[in-house]
């Protein structure tokens, strides 16, 4: 009689719990070929990678593939990016926030699963009515109070940078996309460059050998 199989000797192993779960609140969700709304109102797409279904087969890797590299906005900088073999994600450095200063790297046929999601980013917005804003108002009861050309500038300046800056946030938002593998996940935020995010959303399922999906 055959021993029996022990689970976590099994190669590929078992998919971490977090691989099968909302990225917002962990509720239990399905890989899906489109986008799905989680009880806790998050709209996200899952994907399956090669670790959990193995009737996906990524292609061969080519060395002449382009390497994208994405982005994300913040205090501490960080970037994603798409190289032959792998997707990598890491940090910048804290000064230009140009050079790669740590990198993590999963193999597109070691993954399990793949989300991807936006989301306006409110804490930024509430940073923006709290400072922006306020001055401008107070340039405009100042300008009202006396119509002086250098505080009509000022004020000018102001309301564009504040509606500037809102529009881009709710307009752009932050994509995120979370790369779950066997010894690790990888969560890579990419809103810079714009041109790029498309780009780098549609590689990203291709190397994993996935069928195109929507951009979210």
Not at 13 to 27: F, K, S, V
Not at 185 to 191: K, V
Request: charged letters at 15%; glycine letters at 6%.
């Amino acid at each position: 009689m055959n021993a029996p199989v022990d689970a976590s000797q099994a190669w590929p192993p078992l998919p971490p719990p977090h691989a099968l779960q909302c990225p917002r609140c962990g509720a239990a969700a399905h890989p899906a070929g489109s986008l799905q709304t989680c009880r806790c109102g998050l709209r996200f797409a899952l994907f399956a990678g090669a670790f959990l279904d193995r009737s996906i087969a990524p292609p061969p890797p080519d060395p002449e593939a382009e390497t994208i590299v994405v982005r994300g906005s913040g205090m501490l900088r960080r970037y994603g990016k798409l190289e032959p073999d792998a997707v990598v994600e890491g940090a910048l450095d804290p000064v230009v926030a140009w050079f790669p200063m740590t990198a993590s790297r999963i193999a597109y046929r070691a993954i399990y699963t793949i989300a991807v999601w936006k989301q306006v980013p409110w804490r930024t917005v509430a940073a923006i009515l709290l400072v922006p804003f306020p001055f401008t108002l107070i340039l405009a009861a100042a300008y009202r109070s006396d119509p002086m050309l250098g505080v009509l500038v000022l004020l000018v300046a102001m309301a564009v940078l504040t509606l500037g800056s809102l529009a881009s946030l709710f307009l752009a938002q932050r994509h995120h996309v979370r790369v779950v593998g066997a010894r690790q996940t990888l969560h890579i935020r990419f809103d810079r460059p714009l041109v790029r995010r498309h780009r780098f959303h549609d590689e990203l399922l291709r190397r994993c050998g996935l069928p195109p999906s929507p951009f979210p």
